[in-house]
């Protein structure tokens, strides 16, 4: 079944405490994405990946990292978490052609809190 | 930079149509999306338009583009409990996203 996969899916932590949240998918998409979504704000884009070992950032990228070295994850690293970064992130993929035909898929979302 | 605008909420009473509009200020994108996320759930992709088109149909959804004024609609017929989401509009060209619209159906 073609899927994106994020995990954990819920992950409460504190404040400094380096955390990792991992994104695959199956379909061989080259293009992949994170995004967060908060209340009145809609869904905001983090970092993207256009291909392995591309990355590049979105609108929102202060305090995350994000690494491709494999087309079918694309992990999103917080190395020193903070409240504001309480949110409902989304992995997304595509297959990225360049016409703007790209529909993409989403992960099911990771729910996170930090204390 | 690339905008797109929605109304933060619409509420419509079940079995009347819903109609979620969206504006949006790009005009190179080449498709223009609306994705549906209900409550505790993920995005999932609806419905999409090419913006070579004025109207695409699909059962009971009916998205019209006037490529114009940069102005898409969704317009949902004979509305349903089932139909109450969060609905984003999404253009390609930076693949931006609306705020989403709340769907609000009344018994």
């Known amino acids: 079944e073609a899927q994106v996969t994020q995990n954990p899916r819920y992950l409460i932590t504190v404040t400094g405490k380096k955390l990792t949240v991992t994104c695959s998918q199956n379909?061989?998409?080259?293009?992949m994405s994170w995004y967060r979504q908060d209340p009145g704000l809609g869904l905001r884009q983090i970092y993207y990946s256009m291909n392995v070992e591309v990355t590049d950032k979105g609108d929102v990228p202060e305090g995350y990292k994000v690494s491709r070295k494999e087309k079918r994850n694309f992990p999103l690293i917080l190395e020193s978490p903070s409240p504001n970064q309480t949110s409902l992130y989304f992995c997304?993929?595509?297959?990225?052609?360049?016409?703007?035909?790209?529909?993409?898929?989403f992960g099911p979302g990771t729910r996170l809190t930090v204390l | 930079g690339e905008d797109v605008e929605q109304s933060l909420f619409l509420s419509v009473r079940e079995g009347d149509s819903s109609v979620i509009n969206c504006t949006y200020t790009?005009?190179?994108?080449?498709?223009l999306y609306w994705y549906k996320q209900e409550p505790g759930a993920g995005l999932q992709l609806l419905t999409y338009i090419f913006s070579n088109m004025d109207m695409k149909q699909d059962q009971r959804l009916t998205v019209l583009l006037n490529k114009k004024d940069k102005h898409l609609s969704l317009r949902i017929a004979d509305t349903q409990t089932g139909d109450s989401a969060i609905y984003f509009c999404?253009?390609?060209?930076?693949?931006?996203f609306g705020k989403g619209t709340h769907l609000i159906i009344q018994p």
């Open positions: 790009d005009s190179s994108s080449t498709y």
């Open positions: 379909m061989n998409h080259e293009y």
């Open positions: 997304a993929s595509s297959p990225y052609t360049g016409t703007g035909t790209d529909t993409q898929y």
């Open positions: 999404a253009e390609t060209s930076g693949i931006t």
